[in-house]
Protein backbone atom coordinates (compact mmCIF):
# COMPACT_ATOMS: atom_id res chain seq x y z
CA UNK A 1 0.00 0.00 0.00
CA UNK A 2 1.64 3.59 -1.20
CA UNK A 3 0.17 6.53 0.21
CA UNK A 4 0.53 9.43 -1.86
CA UNK A 5 1.96 13.16 -1.03
CA UNK A 6 -2.03 13.33 -1.88
CA UNK A 7 -3.63 11.15 0.40
CA UNK A 8 -1.35 12.36 3.31
CA UNK A 9 -2.66 15.88 2.14
CA UNK A 10 -6.09 14.72 2.54
CA UNK A 11 -5.36 12.62 5.83
CA UNK A 12 -4.11 15.47 7.47
CA UNK A 13 -6.51 17.57 6.99
CA UNK A 14 -9.21 15.27 7.99
CA UNK A 15 -7.35 15.28 11.49
CA UNK A 16 -6.65 18.73 11.60
CA UNK A 17 -2.72 19.15 11.30
CA UNK A 18 -1.42 21.51 9.19
CA UNK A 19 1.78 20.03 7.70
CA UNK A 20 4.69 21.42 5.40
CA UNK A 21 5.94 19.95 2.00
CA UNK A 22 8.50 18.24 3.75
CA UNK A 23 6.46 16.38 6.17
CA UNK A 24 4.28 15.29 3.32
CA UNK A 25 7.30 13.60 1.64
CA UNK A 26 8.46 12.17 5.54
CA UNK A 27 5.16 10.48 6.13
CA UNK A 28 3.75 9.65 2.62
CA UNK A 29 6.88 7.26 3.12
CA UNK A 30 7.09 6.55 6.62
CA UNK A 31 3.28 5.94 6.61
CA UNK A 32 3.92 3.33 3.04
CA UNK A 33 6.47 1.35 4.99
CA UNK A 34 4.10 0.60 8.17
CA UNK A 35 1.42 -0.43 6.25
CA UNK A 36 3.32 -2.70 4.15
CA UNK A 37 4.57 -4.05 7.90
CA UNK A 38 1.06 -4.43 9.25
CA UNK A 39 -0.42 -6.03 5.50
CA UNK A 40 1.32 -9.17 6.59
CA UNK A 41 -1.91 -9.70 8.41
CA UNK A 42 -3.42 -10.85 5.11
CA UNK A 43 -1.97 -13.95 5.21
CA UNK A 44 -3.80 -14.66 8.39
CA UNK A 45 -6.81 -17.46 8.09
CA UNK A 46 -9.62 -15.36 10.20
CA UNK A 47 -12.58 -17.28 9.06
CA UNK A 48 -14.95 -18.03 11.63
CA UNK A 49 -13.08 -15.83 13.81
CA UNK A 50 -15.33 -12.72 15.90
CA UNK A 51 -13.11 -9.53 16.45
CA UNK A 52 -12.03 -8.68 20.13
CA UNK A 53 -13.94 -5.56 21.11
CA UNK A 54 -12.69 -6.23 25.00
CA UNK A 55 -10.09 -7.99 25.67
CA UNK A 56 -11.17 -9.06 30.01
CA UNK A 57 -15.07 -9.88 28.06
CA UNK A 58 -16.56 -7.48 29.82
CA UNK A 59 -19.47 -5.87 27.94
CA UNK A 60 -21.78 -3.37 28.96
CA UNK A 61 -21.34 -1.33 32.24
CA UNK A 62 -24.62 0.61 33.38
CA UNK A 63 -24.84 3.01 36.43
CA UNK A 64 -27.68 4.65 38.25
CA UNK A 65 -28.48 8.08 36.04
CA UNK A 66 -28.02 10.05 39.03
CA UNK A 67 -25.50 13.49 39.09
CA UNK A 68 -22.72 13.03 42.03
CA UNK A 69 -20.93 15.99 43.40
CA UNK A 70 -17.32 15.93 42.92
CA UNK A 71 -15.34 17.80 44.98
CA UNK A 72 -14.21 20.25 41.96
CA UNK A 73 -16.18 23.78 40.68
CA UNK A 74 -17.09 24.44 37.30
CA UNK A 75 -14.62 27.14 37.95
CA UNK A 76 -11.84 25.04 38.26
CA UNK A 77 -12.20 23.30 35.51
CA UNK A 78 -12.16 25.52 33.44
CA UNK A 79 -9.19 27.24 34.67
CA UNK A 80 -6.80 25.83 31.60
CA UNK A 81 -9.33 27.56 29.26
CA UNK A 82 -7.62 29.67 26.76
CA UNK A 83 -10.88 32.27 26.36
CA UNK A 84 -13.70 32.40 28.32
CA UNK A 85 -16.77 34.66 27.93
CA UNK A 86 -18.80 34.01 31.47
CA UNK A 87 -18.99 30.66 32.40
CA UNK A 88 -18.44 29.62 28.24
CA UNK A 89 -15.57 28.43 26.15
CA UNK A 90 -15.10 31.22 23.48
CA UNK A 91 -14.81 29.99 20.32
CA UNK A 92 -14.56 31.48 17.01
CA UNK A 93 -17.07 31.53 14.60
CA UNK A 94 -18.40 28.76 13.57
CA UNK A 95 -21.00 29.86 10.87
CA UNK A 96 -19.56 32.39 8.32
CA UNK B 1 21.30 4.17 59.19
CA UNK B 2 23.73 6.85 60.01
CA UNK B 3 24.15 8.37 56.82
CA UNK B 4 21.16 10.41 55.98
CA UNK B 5 22.52 10.73 52.45
CA UNK B 6 22.50 6.98 51.62
CA UNK B 7 18.57 6.66 52.23
CA UNK B 8 17.66 7.50 48.49
CA UNK B 9 19.05 3.70 48.40
CA UNK B 10 16.03 2.28 50.28
CA UNK B 11 13.82 0.02 49.16
CA UNK B 12 9.79 0.79 49.83
CA UNK B 13 9.78 -1.90 52.05
CA UNK B 14 13.13 -1.09 53.86
CA UNK B 15 12.17 2.20 54.26
CA UNK B 16 8.70 1.04 56.20
CA UNK B 17 10.82 -0.48 58.53
CA UNK B 18 12.62 2.38 59.56
CA UNK B 19 9.68 4.60 59.24
CA UNK B 20 7.86 2.23 61.78
CA UNK B 21 10.90 1.98 64.08
CA UNK B 22 10.99 5.91 64.57
CA UNK B 23 15.00 5.36 63.15
CA UNK B 24 14.18 7.94 60.33
CA UNK B 25 12.01 10.63 59.53
CA UNK B 26 9.90 10.94 55.89
CA UNK B 27 10.97 14.30 55.93
CA UNK B 28 14.75 12.65 55.87
CA UNK B 29 13.55 10.19 53.16
CA UNK B 30 12.59 12.91 50.81
CA UNK B 31 15.28 15.51 51.62
CA UNK B 32 17.72 12.61 50.44
CA UNK B 33 15.93 11.87 47.29
CA UNK B 34 15.52 15.61 46.43
CA UNK B 35 18.86 16.11 46.88
CA UNK B 36 19.94 13.14 44.35
CA UNK B 37 17.63 14.66 42.20
CA UNK B 38 19.17 18.33 42.32
CA UNK B 39 22.23 16.39 42.05
CA UNK B 40 21.65 14.05 38.92
CA UNK B 41 18.53 15.20 36.90
CA UNK B 42 20.68 17.83 34.83
CA UNK B 43 22.27 14.74 33.37
CA UNK B 44 19.65 12.01 33.47
CA UNK B 45 16.03 14.76 32.76
CA UNK B 46 14.35 11.75 34.98
CA UNK B 47 11.63 14.81 36.32
CA UNK B 48 9.87 17.35 34.13
CA UNK B 49 8.37 18.99 37.12
CA UNK B 50 9.47 18.15 40.67
CA UNK B 51 7.38 19.73 43.39
CA UNK B 52 10.11 20.57 46.84
CA UNK B 53 7.80 22.41 49.03
CA UNK B 54 4.86 19.88 48.54
CA UNK B 55 6.78 16.88 48.68
CA UNK B 56 8.03 18.18 52.08
CA UNK B 57 4.83 19.13 53.29
CA UNK B 58 3.23 15.83 52.90
CA UNK B 59 6.20 14.30 54.39
CA UNK B 60 5.91 16.14 57.33
CA UNK B 61 2.40 15.22 57.87
CA UNK B 62 3.39 11.88 57.24
CA UNK B 63 6.02 12.41 60.26
CA UNK B 64 3.22 13.59 62.47
CA UNK B 65 0.77 10.87 61.88
CA UNK B 66 4.07 8.48 62.71
CA UNK B 67 4.90 9.99 65.93
CA UNK B 68 1.32 9.88 66.84
CA UNK B 69 1.40 5.98 66.15
CA UNK B 70 -0.81 6.45 63.81
CA UNK B 71 1.00 5.33 60.43
CA UNK B 72 -1.36 4.73 57.61
CA UNK B 73 0.22 1.57 56.44
CA UNK B 74 3.39 1.05 53.90
CA UNK B 75 3.46 3.33 51.90
CA UNK B 76 2.70 6.15 54.47
CA UNK B 77 5.56 8.45 53.80
CA UNK B 78 7.27 6.55 51.39
CA UNK B 79 8.98 9.66 48.39
CA UNK B 80 7.51 8.56 44.92
CA UNK B 81 7.78 9.69 41.13
CA UNK B 82 4.57 9.81 38.97
CA UNK B 83 4.71 9.42 35.56
CA UNK B 84 3.56 12.39 33.67
CA UNK B 85 0.66 11.02 32.27
CA UNK B 86 -1.29 10.86 34.95
CA UNK B 87 -3.10 13.94 36.57
CA UNK B 88 -2.09 15.71 39.86
CA UNK B 89 -4.41 18.13 40.70
CA UNK B 90 -2.91 21.83 41.24
CA UNK B 91 0.03 20.29 39.43
CA UNK B 92 0.98 20.48 35.51
CA UNK B 93 0.45 17.78 33.87
CA UNK B 94 2.41 17.75 30.29
CA UNK B 95 2.00 13.86 29.03
CA UNK B 96 5.48 15.04 27.40
CA UNK B 97 3.98 17.17 24.87
CA UNK B 98 4.19 20.85 23.89
CA UNK B 99 0.23 20.82 23.67
CA UNK B 100 0.18 20.60 27.63
CA UNK B 101 2.68 22.43 28.11
CA UNK B 102 1.45 24.81 30.62
CA UNK B 103 -1.47 22.05 31.27
CA UNK B 104 -1.89 22.39 35.18
CA UNK B 105 -4.38 19.42 36.02
CA UNK B 106 -7.40 20.13 38.04
CA UNK B 107 -7.91 16.93 39.25
CA UNK B 108 -5.88 13.50 40.98
CA UNK B 109 -6.16 10.50 38.95
CA UNK B 110 -7.69 7.67 41.15
CA UNK B 111 -3.96 6.27 41.37
CA UNK B 112 -2.81 9.56 42.29
CA UNK B 113 -5.40 9.93 44.81
CA UNK B 114 -5.09 6.38 46.20
CA UNK B 115 -1.27 6.76 46.60
CA UNK B 116 -1.83 10.02 48.33
CA UNK B 117 -4.73 8.69 50.77
CA UNK B 118 -1.95 5.58 51.40
CA UNK B 119 0.61 8.60 52.68
CA UNK B 120 2.79 8.39 50.06
CA UNK B 121 4.92 11.50 49.37
CA UNK B 122 4.80 12.45 45.51
CA UNK B 123 8.11 14.25 44.14
CA UNK B 124 7.33 15.14 41.18
CA UNK B 125 6.50 14.13 37.66
CA UNK B 126 8.53 11.83 35.26
CA UNK B 127 9.56 11.80 31.99
CA UNK B 128 8.06 9.77 29.03
CA UNK B 129 7.74 9.76 25.04
CA UNK B 130 4.92 12.39 24.15
CA UNK B 131 2.01 10.63 24.61
CA UNK B 132 3.35 7.86 25.68
CA UNK B 133 4.16 7.23 21.99
CA UNK B 134 7.78 5.55 21.98
CA UNK B 135 10.17 3.23 23.26
CA UNK B 136 13.21 5.48 24.55
CA UNK B 137 11.31 8.80 25.78
CA UNK B 138 13.72 10.49 23.12
CA UNK B 139 9.92 11.70 21.63
CA UNK B 140 9.04 13.99 24.88
CA UNK B 141 9.19 17.95 24.31
CA UNK B 142 10.92 18.04 27.26
CA UNK B 143 14.28 16.49 25.65
CA UNK B 144 15.43 12.69 26.42
CA UNK B 145 15.67 10.76 29.40
CA UNK B 146 19.29 9.22 29.43
CA UNK B 147 20.19 5.58 31.17
CA UNK B 148 21.62 5.99 34.02
CA UNK B 149 23.91 2.68 33.42
CA UNK B 150 25.12 4.40 30.43
CA UNK B 151 24.45 8.23 29.85
CA UNK B 152 25.10 7.78 25.77
CA UNK B 153 22.24 5.48 25.79
CA UNK B 154 18.20 5.65 26.29
CA UNK B 155 16.59 4.50 29.26
CA UNK B 156 13.79 3.18 27.05
CA UNK B 157 10.10 4.37 27.17
CA UNK B 158 7.92 5.43 26.95
CA UNK B 159 7.90 5.32 31.20
CA UNK B 160 11.38 6.03 30.66
CA UNK B 161 12.11 8.69 33.27
CA UNK B 162 10.19 6.68 35.83
CA UNK B 163 12.68 4.01 35.16
CA UNK B 164 15.81 6.11 35.02
CA UNK B 165 14.66 7.60 38.40
CA UNK B 166 13.91 4.59 39.93
CA UNK B 167 17.11 3.41 38.62
CA UNK B 168 19.20 6.32 39.53
CA UNK B 169 18.07 6.45 43.36
CA UNK B 170 15.63 9.58 42.68
CA UNK B 171 12.85 7.61 44.48
CA UNK B 172 12.13 4.70 46.23
CA UNK B 173 9.32 3.69 43.82
CA UNK B 174 6.95 5.31 40.62
CA UNK B 175 4.32 4.69 38.15
CA UNK B 176 4.22 3.95 34.66
CA UNK B 177 2.12 2.86 32.06
CA UNK B 178 1.96 0.42 29.24
CA UNK B 179 -0.24 0.43 26.10
CA UNK B 180 2.65 -1.83 24.21
CA UNK B 181 5.46 -1.79 26.92
CA UNK B 182 5.96 1.23 28.47
CA UNK B 183 6.42 -0.03 31.91
CA UNK B 184 8.44 -3.43 31.00
CA UNK B 185 10.63 -2.51 28.40
CA UNK B 186 12.39 0.92 30.09
CA UNK B 187 12.42 -1.16 33.60
CA UNK B 188 14.48 -3.90 31.60
CA UNK B 189 16.79 -1.04 30.24
CA UNK B 190 17.10 0.64 33.18
CA UNK B 191 18.08 -3.27 35.63
CA UNK B 192 14.48 -2.36 37.62
CA UNK B 193 11.28 -4.07 38.56
CA UNK B 194 8.29 -3.27 36.67
CA UNK B 195 4.76 -4.84 36.15
CA UNK B 196 1.60 -4.36 33.12
CA UNK B 197 -1.43 -5.37 35.56
CA UNK B 198 -4.49 -7.45 34.10
CA UNK B 199 -6.18 -5.28 31.50
CA UNK B 200 -8.80 -3.81 34.27
CA UNK B 201 -6.91 -4.35 37.36
CA UNK B 202 -6.36 -0.57 38.21
CA UNK B 203 -7.89 2.20 37.14
CA UNK B 204 -7.09 4.75 34.38
CA UNK B 205 -9.51 7.46 35.71
CA UNK B 206 -7.27 10.74 35.13
CA UNK B 207 -4.60 8.86 32.89
CA UNK B 208 -4.22 10.66 29.76
CA UNK B 209 -5.61 7.86 27.55
CA UNK B 210 -3.46 6.56 24.43
CA UNK B 211 -5.02 3.29 23.43
CA UNK B 212 -7.51 2.69 25.84
CA UNK B 213 -8.16 -1.12 24.71
CA UNK B 214 -4.58 -2.02 25.74
CA UNK B 215 -3.61 1.17 28.24
CA UNK B 216 -2.57 0.27 32.21
CA UNK B 217 -1.01 1.76 35.19
CA UNK B 218 1.29 -0.07 36.75
CA UNK B 219 4.87 0.57 39.59
CA UNK B 220 8.05 0.47 38.74
CA UNK B 221 10.66 -0.34 42.24
CA UNK B 222 13.88 -1.35 43.03
CA UNK B 223 12.89 -5.61 43.83
CA UNK B 224 9.75 -7.48 43.13
CA UNK B 225 8.28 -6.62 46.64
CA UNK B 226 8.23 -3.39 46.21
CA UNK B 227 6.11 -3.56 43.15
CA UNK B 228 3.46 -5.95 44.78
CA UNK B 229 3.29 -2.96 48.02
CA UNK B 230 2.34 -0.38 44.98
CA UNK B 231 0.24 -3.07 42.97
CA UNK B 232 -1.86 -4.08 45.98
CA UNK B 233 -2.44 -0.47 46.87
CA UNK B 234 -3.72 0.75 43.24
CA UNK B 235 -5.75 -2.19 42.05
CA UNK B 236 -9.15 -2.52 41.94
CA UNK B 237 -12.95 -1.38 41.05
CA UNK B 238 -13.24 2.67 40.71
CA UNK B 239 -16.87 3.52 39.70
CA UNK B 240 -14.99 6.56 37.62
CA UNK B 241 -13.12 3.70 35.26
CA UNK B 242 -16.17 1.21 34.06
CA UNK B 243 -13.49 -0.71 32.63
CA UNK B 244 -11.91 -1.33 35.68
CA UNK B 245 -12.88 -5.11 37.25
CA UNK B 246 -13.94 -5.78 40.74
CA UNK B 247 -10.86 -7.29 41.73
CA UNK B 248 -9.33 -7.56 45.18
CA UNK B 249 -5.84 -8.40 45.39
CA UNK B 250 -4.55 -11.45 47.52
CA UNK B 251 -1.36 -12.34 48.43
CA UNK B 252 0.18 -15.37 48.36
CA UNK B 253 2.00 -16.48 51.08
CA UNK B 254 4.89 -18.62 51.75
CA UNK B 255 8.42 -18.37 54.01
CA UNK B 256 10.90 -19.93 52.04
CA UNK B 257 10.55 -18.11 48.75
CA UNK B 258 13.09 -20.45 46.80
CA UNK B 259 11.19 -23.15 47.49
CA UNK B 260 7.98 -21.63 46.52
CA UNK B 261 10.14 -22.14 43.05
CA UNK B 262 9.51 -26.25 43.25
CA UNK B 263 6.93 -28.09 40.72
CA UNK B 264 6.09 -24.78 39.35
CA UNK B 265 5.69 -24.87 35.50
CA UNK B 266 7.24 -22.59 33.69
CA UNK B 267 6.07 -22.26 30.17
CA UNK B 268 9.38 -21.32 27.66
CA UNK B 269 7.40 -20.13 24.43
CA UNK B 270 9.36 -20.62 21.62
CA UNK B 271 8.38 -17.96 19.43
CA UNK B 272 9.91 -15.30 21.25
CA UNK B 273 13.26 -16.98 21.07
CA UNK B 274 13.33 -16.05 17.46
CA UNK B 275 12.24 -12.38 16.80
CA UNK B 276 15.47 -11.28 16.45
CA UNK B 277 16.55 -12.07 19.68
CA UNK B 278 20.68 -11.37 20.24
CA UNK B 279 22.91 -13.83 21.71
CA UNK B 280 23.95 -11.63 24.76
CA UNK B 281 20.30 -10.93 25.74
CA UNK B 282 19.06 -15.12 24.98
CA UNK B 283 22.16 -16.49 27.37
CA UNK B 284 21.04 -14.02 30.23
CA UNK B 285 17.65 -15.30 29.94
CA UNK B 286 18.71 -19.08 29.25
CA UNK B 287 20.70 -19.18 32.74
CA UNK B 288 17.77 -17.45 34.24
CA UNK B 289 15.83 -20.70 33.02
CA UNK B 290 18.36 -22.56 34.46
CA UNK B 291 18.23 -21.30 37.56
CA UNK B 292 14.76 -21.52 37.34
CA UNK B 293 15.38 -25.43 36.66
CA UNK B 294 18.22 -25.80 39.36
CA UNK B 295 15.22 -24.51 41.76
CA UNK B 296 12.73 -27.24 40.89
CA UNK B 297 10.60 -25.57 38.69
CA UNK B 298 9.13 -27.80 35.81
CA UNK B 299 10.48 -25.73 32.59
CA UNK B 300 7.32 -26.52 29.65
CA UNK B 301 8.41 -25.85 26.08
CA UNK B 302 4.58 -24.19 24.78
CA UNK B 303 4.38 -22.40 21.44
CA UNK B 304 2.59 -19.37 21.25
CA UNK B 305 1.73 -19.63 17.34
CA UNK B 306 0.41 -16.13 16.41
CA UNK B 307 2.90 -13.67 18.49
CA UNK B 308 4.56 -12.65 15.63
CA UNK B 309 1.89 -11.29 14.41
CA UNK B 310 0.74 -9.45 17.47
CA UNK B 311 2.94 -6.17 16.39
CA UNK B 312 1.38 -5.69 13.62
CA UNK B 313 -1.55 -5.94 14.90
CA UNK B 314 -1.25 -3.55 17.75
CA UNK B 315 0.04 -0.93 14.85
CA UNK B 316 -3.41 -0.95 13.55
CA UNK B 317 -5.39 -1.35 16.86
CA UNK B 318 -3.07 1.53 18.99
CA UNK B 319 -2.88 4.45 16.42
CA UNK B 320 -7.45 3.96 15.25
CA UNK B 321 -7.51 4.64 19.57
CA UNK B 322 -4.89 7.16 19.29
CA UNK B 323 -6.31 8.79 16.72
CA UNK B 324 -9.66 9.12 18.47
CA UNK B 325 -8.32 9.90 21.78
CA UNK B 326 -6.22 12.90 20.62
CA UNK B 327 -9.27 14.46 18.60
CA UNK B 328 -9.89 16.22 22.09
CA UNK B 329 -7.03 18.31 21.78
CA UNK B 330 -8.25 21.21 19.88
CA UNK B 331 -7.40 24.38 21.79
CA UNK B 332 -10.14 25.36 22.64
CA UNK B 333 -11.08 24.05 26.99
CA UNK B 334 -7.09 23.70 27.61
CA UNK B 335 -3.96 23.41 26.25
CA UNK B 336 -1.92 24.89 23.50
CA UNK B 337 -4.11 27.00 21.41
CA UNK B 338 -3.41 28.90 18.00
CA UNK B 339 -5.46 32.08 17.59
CA UNK B 340 -5.85 31.06 13.43
CA UNK B 341 -7.75 33.32 11.12
CA UNK B 342 -10.96 30.70 11.65
CA UNK B 343 -11.98 27.69 13.60
CA UNK B 344 -10.43 24.96 11.11
CA UNK B 345 -7.05 26.75 10.74
CA UNK B 346 -7.13 27.31 14.95
CA UNK B 347 -7.50 23.72 14.53
CA UNK B 348 -4.86 22.91 12.03
CA UNK B 349 -2.12 25.62 13.42
CA UNK B 350 -2.50 24.19 17.07
CA UNK B 351 -2.52 20.70 16.48
CA UNK B 352 0.50 21.12 14.04
CA UNK B 353 2.48 23.51 16.53
CA UNK B 354 1.36 21.52 19.50
CA UNK B 355 2.32 18.05 18.70
CA UNK B 356 5.45 15.98 17.87
CA UNK B 357 6.20 13.70 14.52
CA UNK B 358 5.98 10.62 16.39
CA UNK B 359 2.10 11.44 17.74
CA UNK B 360 1.06 13.39 13.81
CA UNK B 361 1.94 10.07 12.54
CA UNK B 362 -0.02 7.69 14.72
CA UNK B 363 -2.81 9.86 14.56
CA UNK B 364 -2.86 9.77 10.95
CA UNK B 365 -2.28 6.46 10.19
CA UNK B 366 -4.89 5.15 12.73
CA UNK B 367 -7.39 7.69 10.89
CA UNK B 368 -6.54 6.09 7.72
CA UNK B 369 -7.27 2.62 9.15
CA UNK B 370 -10.08 3.64 10.25
CA UNK B 371 -11.52 5.10 7.37
CA UNK B 372 -14.55 3.96 4.88
CA UNK B 373 -13.12 1.56 2.33
CA UNK B 374 -10.24 0.57 4.54
CA UNK B 375 -11.81 -0.03 7.93
CA UNK B 376 -12.38 -3.93 7.54
CA UNK B 377 -8.91 -4.96 5.73
CA UNK B 378 -7.41 -3.19 8.59
CA UNK B 379 -9.21 -2.64 11.79
CA UNK B 380 -11.50 -5.44 11.92
CA UNK B 381 -9.11 -8.21 10.13
CA UNK B 382 -6.43 -6.50 13.31
CA UNK B 383 -9.64 -7.52 15.97
CA UNK B 384 -10.14 -10.96 14.96
CA UNK B 385 -6.53 -11.28 14.84
CA UNK B 386 -6.29 -10.43 18.37
CA UNK B 387 -8.96 -13.10 19.46
CA UNK B 388 -6.33 -15.50 17.83
CA UNK B 389 -3.27 -14.09 19.96
CA UNK B 390 -5.50 -14.29 22.82
CA UNK B 391 -7.02 -17.71 22.92
CA UNK B 392 -2.43 -18.76 22.68
CA UNK B 393 -1.88 -17.19 25.93
CA UNK B 394 -5.92 -19.11 27.07
CA UNK B 395 -4.40 -22.37 25.51
CA UNK B 396 -1.18 -21.87 27.54
CA UNK B 397 -2.61 -21.72 30.70
CA UNK B 398 -3.98 -25.43 30.77
CA UNK B 399 -0.58 -26.00 30.76
CA UNK B 400 1.82 -23.97 32.80
CA UNK B 401 1.49 -21.18 36.19
CA UNK B 402 3.60 -18.69 33.95
CA UNK B 403 5.26 -18.00 31.01
CA UNK B 404 9.27 -16.95 30.43
CA UNK B 405 10.19 -14.69 28.06
CA UNK B 406 13.03 -11.98 27.00
CA UNK B 407 11.77 -8.53 27.17
CA UNK B 408 13.54 -6.95 24.29
CA UNK B 409 15.67 -8.57 21.60
CA UNK B 410 18.79 -6.69 22.54
CA UNK B 411 20.41 -4.01 25.14
CA UNK B 412 19.41 -0.19 25.50
CA UNK B 413 20.45 1.67 22.26
CA UNK B 414 21.86 4.94 21.77
CA UNK B 415 20.25 7.98 21.69
CA UNK B 416 19.65 8.91 18.38
CA UNK B 417 19.97 5.31 16.42
CA UNK B 418 16.72 4.75 15.74
CA UNK B 419 14.67 8.57 15.77
CA UNK B 420 14.64 8.37 11.84
CA UNK B 421 13.29 5.32 11.07
CA UNK B 422 9.79 4.65 12.66
CA UNK B 423 9.10 1.10 11.74
CA UNK B 424 13.06 -0.18 13.43
CA UNK B 425 12.05 1.59 16.80
CA UNK B 426 8.38 -0.20 16.62
CA UNK B 427 10.31 -3.31 16.48
CA UNK B 428 11.56 -2.72 19.94
CA UNK B 429 7.82 -3.72 21.26
CA UNK B 430 7.80 -7.05 19.68
CA UNK B 431 8.01 -9.29 22.79
CA UNK B 432 5.96 -6.75 24.79
CA UNK B 433 3.14 -6.05 22.67
CA UNK B 434 1.77 -9.65 22.66
CA UNK B 435 1.00 -8.95 26.06
CA UNK B 436 -1.42 -6.24 26.03
CA UNK B 437 -3.10 -7.61 22.73
CA UNK B 438 -4.05 -10.36 25.20
CA UNK B 439 -4.66 -8.22 28.13
CA UNK B 440 -2.72 -10.64 30.53
CA UNK B 441 -0.61 -9.58 33.14
CA UNK B 442 3.47 -9.58 32.96
CA UNK B 443 6.14 -8.70 35.42
CA UNK B 444 9.60 -7.46 33.99
CA UNK B 445 12.52 -7.71 36.38
CA UNK B 446 16.63 -8.31 35.90
CA UNK B 447 18.15 -11.22 35.09
CA UNK B 448 21.48 -10.52 34.64
CA UNK B 449 24.46 -8.21 33.17
CA UNK B 450 25.66 -7.63 29.75
CA UNK B 451 28.90 -5.45 28.44
CA UNK B 452 27.76 -3.31 31.52
CA UNK B 453 24.31 -3.23 31.01
CA UNK B 454 21.20 -4.61 32.17
CA UNK B 455 19.06 -7.58 30.97
CA UNK B 456 15.79 -8.38 31.96
CA UNK B 457 13.53 -11.80 31.76
CA UNK B 458 9.33 -11.65 31.52
CA UNK B 459 7.24 -13.04 33.70
CA UNK B 460 3.59 -13.62 31.77
CA UNK B 461 0.71 -14.91 34.01
CA UNK B 462 -2.82 -15.84 34.00
CA UNK B 463 -5.42 -12.59 34.40
CA UNK B 464 -5.56 -11.29 38.16
CA UNK B 465 -2.92 -13.66 38.95
CA UNK B 466 -0.46 -11.02 39.71
CA UNK B 467 -0.35 -12.88 42.63
CA UNK B 468 0.94 -16.10 41.65
CA UNK B 469 3.64 -13.91 39.46
CA UNK B 470 4.53 -12.04 42.51
CA UNK B 471 5.12 -15.33 44.06
CA UNK B 472 7.63 -17.11 41.81
CA UNK B 473 9.33 -13.50 41.20
CA UNK B 474 10.49 -13.18 44.45
CA UNK B 475 11.22 -17.00 44.65
CA UNK B 476 13.57 -16.06 41.72
CA UNK B 477 14.88 -12.55 43.03
CA UNK B 478 15.86 -14.53 46.11
CA UNK B 479 17.82 -17.18 44.20
CA UNK B 480 19.53 -15.06 41.70
CA UNK B 481 21.00 -12.34 44.44
CA UNK B 482 22.26 -9.21 43.65
CA UNK B 483 22.84 -8.11 39.77
CA UNK B 484 25.23 -4.87 38.94
CA UNK B 485 26.76 -2.12 40.50
CA UNK B 486 25.34 -2.21 44.06
Known amino acids: MELSREDIEHIAYLVRIEITDKEKNNFSGQLSEILNYVSQLESVDTNNVLETASVSGSSNVFREDKVILQDITPKELMSNAPELFDDYFKVKTVLE | ?486
Open chain 2, 1 to 486: MSEREGLYKLTILQAGELLDRHEVASVDLANACLNRIEKKNKEINAFITVDKEAALESAAAADKRIKSGKRLGVLDGVPLGIKDVLSQKGVRTTAGSRILENYISPFDATVVSVLKKAGAVILGKTNMDEFAMGSSTESSYFGPTKNPWDLERVPGGSSGGSAAAVAADMCLGALGSDTGGSIRQPAAYCGIVGLKPTYGAVSRYGLLAMASSLDQVGPMTKDVADAEIIFSIISGKDSMDSTSSNYEYKKLDGDNLVENLKGKKIGIPKEFFGLGLKDNVRKAVENAINDFKKAGAEIIDISLPHTSYALATYYIIMPAEVSSNLARFDGIRYGLSEEGRNLIDGYLETRAKGFGNEVKRRIMLGTYVLSAGYYDAYYKKAQKVRTLVKADYDRAWEKVDVLLTPVTPSLPFKIGEKTSDPLTMYLEDVMTVPINIAGVPALVMPCGMSNGLPVGLQLIGKSFEENKIFQIAKGYEMLRGKIGGE
